[in-house]
């Protein structure tokens, strides 16, 4: 491997010019893609295998062109006080209202609130349903603004107007704390580097490899399908795996640089070396993210897809495309320990503060001396920080999470004040009676046990279809659609519907939007142990064969464990209880987001082996080139501690820049990622696993030898560049002589 890489690296330092150009090319390439390519609106939305789904696809057969999953709207109408919406002029102004809304070509229906009996009891506040004919996620934006243009007219004449529903549903927008987030990771590379130059490149290269990423994305969503979210979640990862596997293979090229070797030569150990943990690195996220696809959620799938696409091209950008403007840039990028001119560089340093050991040094030296002090702290801190974890409540947001200030809030609040708060999220109940002897009786059965349940305020009569075999029945909970109260109402209904098909023959589905959060959250329940089984059984075989060793991998994923269930632990206290909910911009708190658990696991367990083998490997390095245990990870930590700590602040940095998202999943998963890389890099990699490995000593890099005999070498550590012989340095002096 090491060997291979090494061959790739001096190609593309020596052939700079061919490799800049493919690179460029693709980038123009998946540009003109994405600019030509049709305007792909919203992703579908499926969840193959649940009941709410299968509901779905019935009323689809049985039902045609009633649009079961259309997207759906509710205009809101509120008379002034002391008014009623019953009043002349108010009836007239709901009434062309609804006329305007039935312009709408998207539009299937719209009921009136005064022939639907949508008009509250004490006749100040109505609504008026408008059914659309494609999903909430495919709707158009012309006719998203029809809808608000026609909320708008009727607050012109005096009436409180607001909007809910998922017609609503827009594409989310990240704000300007993303631009922030690259502007810290570029200070952090130039104080790393303490040159301009070589800290560019971490950041060219990433943005080149986000940007062929996500054009990529744009020119295949129609085809494919992939939805707004797809390409923000691609660009949070690409952005921050794309500068750090640059930021590696840029400093250990500016460590070969200082041992006396050639540009050409160092760029090619740098690849040799740092590249192959780029590779590893580069592999477990892409396992972690294309393991998603166990959870059978399409969306699900391909969003990790998507973002696994992004994170093949960051390495191979870090493999080719850093060594070939590494070639463009000559001795421009100077050796470890020296500033470019423009950053204070070229005075003398003073041989005592040359022979300083760094902080990492320090840090490590002092790690080994008290493992067990630094263990037990460690353990007891990231556990106390997984405490809220026990109190997690999964759920999808609905417009009451929404901010109060946003419309569909509004209209949340003003239909739980004038019809109850269950309003907000009815149960619809689909009787499948075909093969009942009496589909009619089978219908009132239903609707008279479910009215004999608790927590139910109003069934609605059965509605058959035109063949008489099948109905939809709607139901009007007491409580509101994210209660638990609700979600044993539909599993009662669920347990009487296996009653019902015993006596009747007649099958009983709920579904609607309350029913489907409440399966999509039992579906992620029930994935997410045979996706740890399968993300961290593969990682760890691959770590094995990295590390050559049982206990580093495992302790690798004990210490994953640790921080993802801190990092679950800080996302409850944040966005379920309210702590710093102000400074995170958190308006309303509320359940956390059902796929959230699952995908942090995934994208956290990638990125935290990426500082274990970054780490890890020059640890390894040493010890066997001679140096004991303890030596070992004190030299990892002198030449990998300081490059892994500026990784992990970039990182940070550009998952805190989508905190700003508008999308709350977008905002949750960048807070959920930043806080989760600052409990593993600088928790777990930084003190447990130089505390680990110091009280296992030998023992930590014990391999059976059936085990070693069988494990192919992939030489990570470079042994094999031995092998070459140092003409290189002078082949290499003598072609950048004009440079």
Same mark, same amino acid.
């Given at each position: 491997m090491a060997t291979f890489l090494y061959k790739v690296?001096?190609? %593309? @330092? !020596? !052939?700079?010019?061919?490799?800049?150009? /493919? $690179? /460029?090319a693709l980038l123009t390439l998946a540009g003109v893609g994405a600019a030509s390519a049709p305007a792909a609106g919203n992703s579908s939305f499926s969840i193959p295998g649940t009941e709410a789904q299968k509901a779905f696809d019935l009323l689809e057969q049985r039902f045609p062109g009633m649009a079961a999953d259309g997207a759906t709207a509710r205009v809101v109408f509120k008379a002034p006080e002391g008014e009623k919406m019953t009043d002349p002029a108010h009836r007239a102004t709901v009434e062309k209202t609804v006329r305007e809304l039935s312009d709408g070509s998207e539009v299937g229906s719209v009921t009136d609130p005064y022939k639907a009996d949508a008009v509250s009891k004490d006749g100040t506040i109505a609504y008026a349903s408008v059914a659309y004919d494609v999903s909430?996620?495919?709707?158009?934006?012309?006719? !998203?603004? %029809?809808?608000?243009?026609? %909320?708008?007219?009727?607050?012109?004449?005096?009436?409180?107007?607001?909007?809910g529903g998922d017609a609503l549903s827009a594409a989310p927008e990240t704000g300007a704390t993303e631009i922030i987030g690259i502007a810290i990771a570029a200070v952090v590379l130039v104080i790393t580097f303490g040159s301009l130059l070589a800290a560019g490149m971490p950041l060219l290269t990433a943005l080149i490899g986000v940007g062929i990423g996500v054009s990529s994305i744009a020119a295949l969503a129609s085809a494919l399908d992939l939805g707004s979210t797809t390409s923000i979640l691609a660009s949070m990862i690409g952005l921050a795996v794309g500068i750090d596997y640059a930021l590696f293979i840029v400093? &250990?090229?500016?460590a070969e640089r200082a041992e006396g070797r050639s540009p050409e030569h160092a760029a090619g150990r740098a690849v040799g070396t740092a590249g192959s943990a780029v590779v590893f690195a580069g592999l477990t996220v892409i396992i972690a993210l294309v393991g998603l696809s166990v959870v059978n959620i399409p969306m699900l799938t391909k969003m990790g897809v998507a973002a696994a696409g992004t994170v093949a091209i960051a390495v191979l950008i870090a493999l080719t495309l850093i060594p070939a403007l590494l070639g463009y840039a000559g001795r421009r990028v100077r050796p470890a320990g020296e500033k470019s001119k423009l950053l204070g560089g070229g005075r003398a340093q003073s041989a005592e503060k040359a022979a300083k050991p760094n902080m990492g040094t320090r840090w490590a030296s002092f790690v080994v001396r008290r493992p067990v002090a630094v263990l037990l702290l460690g353990v007891v801190g990231l556990g106390a920080a997984a405490v809220p974890a026990g109190s997690l409540e999964l759920g999808l947001p609905d417009d009451g999470? #929404?901010?109060?200030?946003?419309? #569909?809030r509004r209209a949340y609040d003003l239909l739980s004040e004038g019809f109850g708060p269950g309003f907000n999220g009815p149960l619809m109940i689909v009787v499948d009676a075909k093969s009942s002897d009496d589909p009619k009786g089978a219908f009132t059965e239903v609707g008279d046990e479910i009215k004999g349940l608790p927590d139910v305020v109003t069934v609605t009569p059965a509605a058959p279809n035109k063949a008489g075999d099948t109905a939809t029945i709607t139901v009007i909970p007491d409580s509101k659609p994210s209660s638990v109260t609700t979600e044993d109402l539909v599993h009662a209904i669920r347990d009487k519907g296996t009653d019902i098909k015993a006596g009747t023959d007649a099958e009983v589905f709920v579904t609607g939007s309350t029913a489907m959060n409440i399966d999509i959250s039992q579906k992620m329940n029930d994935a997410l142990v045979p996706y740890l089984v399968l993300v961290v059984g593969l990682a760890f075989l691959l770590l094995i064969v990295v @590390? &050559?060793? /049982?206990l580093v991998p495992l302790k690798a994923a004990l210490g994953f464990l640790l921080s993802v269930l801190a990092a679950l632990g800080a996302?409850?206290?944040? @966005? #379920? $209880?309210?702590w710093l909910s102000g400074l995170m911009g958190v308006e309303e708190t509320g359940p956390v987001m059902s796929m959230m658990p699952i995908f942090m696991v995934g994208v956290v367990f990638?990125?935290?082996?990426?500082?274990?083998? @970054?780490?890890?490997?020059?640890?390894?390095?040493?010890?066997?080139?001679g140096e004991t245990p303890s030596q070992a990870v004190v030299t990892g930590f002198r030449y990998g501690a300081r490059v892994v700590t500026a990784a992990a602040i970039i990182m940070m940095a550009v998952f805190a820049g989508f905190i700003g998202s508008s999308d709350s999943m977008v905002k949750m998963i960048g807070f959920g990622l930043a806080i989760a890389v600052l409990f593993d890099a600088f928790v777990v990699r930084m003190a447990l696993v130089p505390a680990v490995l110091a009280l296992l000593g030998k023992r930590a890099w014990w391999l059976p030898k059936w085990l070693d005999?069988?494990?192919?070498?992939?030489? /990570?550590?470079?042994?094999?560049l031995k092998d070459h012989v140092e003409d290189d340095d002078r082949d290499g002096n003598r072609e950048l002589a004009h440079v």
């Open positions: 690296g001096r190609l %593309a @330092f !020596r !052939r700079r010019h061919f490799v800049a150009l /493919i $690179w /460029i909430g996620m495919e709707l158009e934006e012309s006719s !998203r603004e %029809a809808l608000t243009d026609a %909320a708008d007219h009727a607050k012109d004449a005096g009436l409180t107007v607001e909007v400093s &250990r090229y500016r999470s #929404q901010p109060t200030s946003t419309t #569909q @590390f &050559r060793s /049982i996302v409850v206290a944040v @966005f #379920q $209880w309210g990638g990125l935290a082996m990426d500082y274990e083998v @970054f780490l890890v490997t020059r640890m390894r390095e040493a010890y066997i080139h005999r069988v494990l192919p070498n992939v030489d /990570i550590e470079g042994e094999g």
